[in-house]
């Protein structure tokens, strides 16, 4: 599935992720790939912006690390993302029965 099929619900995926723990964004977009069983190959051109877009929001915080000779950003998700993330689950949830009631089971 690409960034198309999860239009609207990537910044909610991205924020699940860091619930687990901090990370980078390759790391943010391994995990999605594993925990969707393969499914979510997204491109780091759909992922980096986002981060930024949370980022600015308030919902993630981002900092400097070195690792292995190479900085990279790590973020974290903070009490206003947490927050952001229960809405976007309970949006979810509110679209999937609405999918459902109109698609059938």
Same mark, same amino acid.
């Given at each position: 599935?690409?960034?198309?099929g999860?239009?609207?619900?990537?910044?909610?995926?991205?924020?699940a992720?860091l619930?687990?723990g901090e990370?980078?964004?390759y790391a943010i977009i391994?995990?999605?790939?594993?925990?969707s069983?393969?499914?979510?190959?997204?491109?780091?051109?759909? !992922?980096?912006p986002a981060? *930024? *877009?949370l980022?600015r929001?308030g919902f993630?915080?981002g900092k400097?690390t070195q690792?292995?000779? *190479?900085?990279?950003?790590?973020?974290?998700?903070?009490?206003a993302?947490?927050?952001?993330l229960?809405?976007g689950?309970a949006d979810?949830?509110a679209?999937?029965e !609405?999918m459902?009631?109109?698609?059938?089971?």
């Open positions: 599935m690409d960034a198309d999860i239009h609207g619900q990537l910044d909610t995926l991205i924020l992720t619930q687990r990370a980078h964004g391994a995990a999605l790939k594993e925990s069983g393969e499914q979510l190959d997204l491109p780091s051109g759909t !992922v980096y981060l *930024r *877009r980022e929001a993630v915080a400097w690792a292995s000779g *190479r900085r990279r950003r790590v973020y974290a998700i903070t009490e993302g947490s927050a952001a229960a809405k689950r979810w949830l679209l999937r !609405v459902t009631a109109v698609l059938g089971t």
